[in-house]
Nanobody, 125 residues
Framework: QVQLVESGGGLVQAGSSLRLSCAAS????????LGWFRQAPAKEREFVAA????????YYADSVKGRFTVSGDNAKKTVLLQMNSLKAEDTAVYYC??????????????????WGQGTQVTVSE
């Protein structure tokens, strides 16, 4: 059974950095990618970043390009999200997800079959 456990969230000031970690277990061979999504209060869940297992291709939402970096360690089955220059609008619950998205559908939450419980990131002004 696939399990995803996020860690690393917290309360920081604007301009600071945080690193989120997602520990994955029970991944099947069919899982192509791990992604990060976030959901702020009263807003829909939105795509943040993703990485493919096969060739480590990375994908980012426009709102985080140049500030966030996603990386993966196949041996440790861990995916990291390094978040720099954080802004108040980055405040949300961040979720790790695993699934079988095609490269043209990496940003679609519906393409990910497995989800973690989420970790809160709060950025104060």
């Amino acid at each position: 059974q696939v399990q995803l456990v996020e860690s690393g969230g917290g309360l920081v000031q604007a301009g600071s950095s945080l690193r989120l970690s997602c520990a994955a277990s029970g991944l099947t061979f069919s899982v192509r990618a791990l992604g990060w999504f976030r959901q702020a209060p009263a807003k829909e869940r939105e795509f943040v970043a993703a990485i493919t297992w096969s060739d480590r291709s990375t994908y980012y939402a426009d709102s985080v390009k140049g500030r966030f970096t996603v990386s993966g360690d196949n041996a440790k089955k861990t995916v990291l999200l390094q978040m720099n220059s954080l802004k108040a609008e980055d405040t949300a619950v961040y979720y790790c997800a695993a699934g079988t998205p095609l490269r043209t559908r990496m940003s679609l939450a519906s393409e990910y079959q497995y989800w973690g419980q989420g970790t809160q990131v709060t950025v104060s002004e």
